[in-house]
């Protein structure tokens, strides 16, 4: 457990929830886990892993269709969880719709289908950013190319951020139909200004899809304040479960798009030979959907929540000023992504020269700290910074500096090991 | 002494053999690790069936850097038949360290590309024990 925490370490270097998550009481070869890859899964308090057992042993039936007892109970857990999830990040009806999906891959996917294939044609365009993760990339890639359409790039400047007048040179030539970008960068670490971005595509009369999967579970997320007509994060990153995402989207919006998958749930009514479509958000949540995991995920946002993500926020910012301070102390290692902590979310991407990114997290890994390498699924990014891989540690509400201490003195041996 | 760095890997990834480009060459093929998008490729100079010369070029990690190494060294002068018929197990033996499931590729991509060019095979080495 905590050893003594370093004189350097930030005041209120902790929210003192570890005990809160079993996980985190785990020992892997002697050693304590030392967690450090919140930014590609989350681990699960208590109070989720209690929900989803509790429903499955005490409410489950399926939704939407029952008459007796028990769905009315189940519906009422799965409803509830969206409201509640709505309630969260400032999305509720009737002016915003939230539809559950697998993850943020699945809510894109769903707006570059229904969205994307009534609304883009030739000579229209779709920008998106060289900072955005291959979810964001590859959807656009395939509507662009079967609607004869082109995808362009808003390009990041040497301090990983984007520029508000390249964004208007842009949206001035009058053909971009579509923006979508991601509100922090899974890989820079990167705050986008998401207002003042989502603002200027309004202006231009051009549409707004912003992936919220590196910023729902770290700081405060008001998506009306933020102005995006679609909003996506996934379950998995923000304490909950894996297999339920979230879309919020401009009710008017959605209702004027078609199905994205079909079958039972969104229908209203099926002839032979036709069928039309049930109401929102059941249009677009076709079989039986992710029903524990959305009760998982209503009980991830209720604790999230009760802890405050403003004092999250406040939390991952100084551990990450603390972070990038102490990684500096180490030779031959360079951080990507913006120097100041205040602009930038609780991660930290970077390269150790002379080791490539596979040997350093191996290394970490052997005194129990858990770091990810390689292109974190963002390959035109690293194109773009010169890179093939970089190792990144990232932080999370349970995370505390005695632990950056532990990854720092796990950078030190390693680098030991490789020095002639 | 770490069991996975050892000395002989180390070396091997900090002064490879037989890296490079090798110009005029016969055979060649490059590949991306899936695991982290490292490309590495080799290039073959044949003569009278045998691999005459070969240099492999790209970028990794230790593991794959060194097995690449360790591999060219034997893999000069041995017949073509001999060299599309490798499997895992020889790439593993050659290396003499435990690789985990999470670093086999790595290990295992220079003995690709070489069955690659070799033979056009374009699947991982299977390990036969």
Request: aromatic share 6%; proline share 5%.
């Amino acid at each position: 457990m905590p050893q003594a925490v370093s004189g350097l370490a930030p005041a209120g270097a902790s929210l003192a929830v570890r005990q809160d998550f079993p996980i985190l009481g785990r020992r892997l070869g002697g050693k304590p886990l030392i967690y450090l890859d919140s930014a590609a899964t989350s681990q699960k308090p208590n109070a989720v892993i209690d929900a989803v057992a509790d429903y499955m042993r005490h409410h489950n039936a399926n939704v939407h269709r029952g008459v007796y007892p028990l769905a009315a109970e189940s519906d009422a857990a799965y409803e509830g969880a969206r409201t509640r999830i709505a309630a969260f990040t400032g999305s509720q009806a009737p002016q915003w719709t939230t539809v559950f999906t697998r993850n943020v891959t699945e809510a894109i996917n769903l707006v570059a289908a229904s969205w994307g294939r009534a609304n883009i044609g030739p000579g229209d365009a779709v920008l998106i950013t060289e900072m955005e993760h291959h979810a964001n990339v590859v959807p656009w890639q395939m509507l662009c190319t079967e609607r004869g359409a082109e995808l362009r790039y808003l390009a990041i400047d040497e301090h990983g951020q984007l520029s508000l007048e390249a964004l208007q040179d842009e949206l001035d030539r009058g053909d971009v139909k579509l923006v979508s970008f991601t509100h922090v960068s899974n890989v820079l670490g990167t705050i986008n200004p998401v207002a003042d971005i989502t603002q200027r595509i309004r202006t231009a009369g051009a549409i707004s899809f912003v992936d919220g999967a590196q910023a729902v579970p770290h700081m405060p997320v008001d998506v009306a304040t933020l102005g995006a007509d679609f909003y996506g994060w996934t379950g998995h990153k923000a304490v909950g479960p894996t297999g339920i995402g979230v879309l919020h989207g401009r009710t008017d919006v959605m209702e004027a798009m078609q199905p994205f998958m079909t079958g039972g749930d969104m229908i209203a009514s099926v002839d032979l030979f036709s069928a039309t479509w049930n109401e929102l958000p059941y249009k677009f949540e076709a079989g039986t959907p992710a029903i524990a995991e959305a009760v998982g995920l209503g009980a991830a946002v209720d604790y999230l929540s009760a802890v405050g993500m403003e004092r999250v926020r406040d939390h991952e910012r100084a551990l990450t000023g603390y972070m990038l301070t102490r990684l500096a102390e180490i030779p031959g290692l360079t951080v990507v992504g913006p120097q100041d902590a205040g602009a930038r979310s609780g991660l930290a991407a970077f390269t150790i020269d002379g080791m490539h990114p596979h040997d350093i997290a191996e290394l970490a890994g052997r005194a129990g700290v858990c770091i990810r390498a390689g292109h974190h699924c963002a390959q035109p990014l690293m194109r773009r910074l010169g890179l093939a891989a970089t190792a990144r540690a990232s932080v999370g509400i349970y995370t505390e500096a005695w632990e950056i201490d532990a990854l720092i003195d796990a950078l030190v041996a390693g680098r030991a090991v490789f020095e002639d | 002494m770490d069991d996975l760095y050892r000395d002989h890997i180390l070396d091997h990834y900090k002064r490879p053999r037989n890296f490079g480009e090798l110009e005029p060459h016969d055979l060649e093929r490059a590949e991306h690790n899936p695991l982290c998008g490292d490309e590495l490729g080799v290039h073959i100079r044949v003569a009278d069936g045998r691999i005459e010369d070969l240099r492999f070029y790209g970028h990794g990690c230790a593991i794959s850097q060194a097995a690449a190494s360790i591999a060219s060294e034997e893999l000069k002068g041995m017949e073509l038949t001999e060299a599309a018929t490798l499997d895992a197990d020889w790439m593993l033996d050659l290396l003499g360290i435990p690789i985990s499931a999470t670093r086999r590729k790595c290990a295992l991509l220079g003995l690709k590309v070489v069955r690659g060019a070799v033979s056009g095979d374009s699947s991982w080495p299977e390990q036969s024990r």
